[in-house]
């Protein structure tokens, strides 16, 4: 088997991505990000050595030019992982004898506990969603509440389709990652905030005549489908109402929906399989203490401490 030139490796990103597309069934999110990082990773040792072939080398200077441009572990890490993917890729289909990043360790990555909004936050948040009286804005505050009703991420929220809705059951069917499909318990409160958004949906269709053409459940008055980065605005705006900056993204509430389950004593299998983990080692990072927990287990479980409380 003849090595593979670095200034050959470009022509190789394709047949990968689409063998993520049909064979791994990855999300169009999933292909573009390995697509960012093999492309910075070609671009990167096509400049440094364009006539050397494929080895560890590369891809460890590669690893040491990002963290010189202070990447973070966990951005390194994700690079490393879609090299090793795509090697080992390249491997199966016998275009180079050995991956060349399969032996490099992933950087250890600083455990950073993840920001939520607390109780009072979130009573504020729908304390004001509540006054809400545009039909735009009541769309955004459905949008806002759905999030932390279901753990939703931007991507499933997103893409979220009528088809998807049992209201009736209080029921929504969430297509996750890898193609895994989860179901998602939701209150009467959140069942009749989606009845009254689906009701100005279909005010906002009929007038423009597209009854039958739009499958997902948030849309703009034209009609058309809201993306990824109008939804993401409309979250950030209204968390920015009761949240400092840093605290106002998607990723907050379903940090926040966790959080709050775990904390009232929910079974941590539960919440994995209602935030669509893999691996219960996901979720476990909601396990994290926090200091009105950790008072609440102590109160009622020390012994000094309960013969204090009847006193």
Do not use: C
Request: positive net charge; aromatic residues 6%; charged residues 20%.
């Amino acid at each position: 088997m003849s090595s593979l030139l670095i200034s050959d490796l470009a022509a190789k990103i394709s047949p990968f991505l689409d063998y993520l597309a049909s064979q791994r069934k990855a999300s169009p999110l999933t292909i573009a990000t390995y697509k960012q990082d093999l492309q910075q990773f070609v671009h990167f040792t096509e400049e440094a050595a364009p006539n050397a072939s494929v080895s560890r080398l590369q891809v460890r200077q590669f690893l040491a030019a990002l963290s010189s441009h202070n990447y973070q572990p966990a951005t390194m890490n994700r690079k490393l992982a879609s090299l090793r993917s795509f090697f080992k890729f390249l491997v199966a289909s016998e275009m180079i004898d050995h991956n060349p990043a399969a032996n490099i360790s992933f950087l250890k990555k600083a455990r950073t506990l993840p920001k939520i909004l607390s109780l009072t936050q979130i009573q504020q948040l729908q304390n004001y969603i509540e006054k809400l009286q545009q039909p735009a804005d009541i769309r955004d505050g459905v949008i806002v509440l759905l999030f932390y009703a279901t753990g939703m991420r931007l991507r499933e929220l997103t893409f979220l389709k009528i088809a998807d809705l049992n209201l009736h059951s209080q029921v929504i069917r969430v297509h996750g990652k890898g193609g895994r499909v989860r179901m998602a318990p939701i209150t009467k409160t959140i069942e009749k905030s989606l009845k009254r958004w689906l009701t100005i949906r279909a005010q906002w269709l009929g007038l423009l005549k597209r009854n039958h053409q739009v499958e997902t459940v948030f849309i703009d008055e034209q009609g058309k489908s809201l993306g990824l980065a109008k939804i993401s605005t409309i979250v950030n705006r209204l968390l920015s109402t009761v949240s400092e900056k840093g605290k106002t993204n998607p990723h907050i509430l379903r940090h926040s929906f966790a959080t709050h389950l775990i904390d009232s004593g929910a079974d941590l299998v539960a919440v994995k399989d209602l935030l669509g983990h893999r691996s219960l080692s996901t979720t476990q990072i909601y396990t994290h203490v926090t200091p009105g927990r950790l008072r609440g287990t102590y109160m009622q479980a020390h012994p000094r401490a309960k013969s204090r409380k009847e006193k």
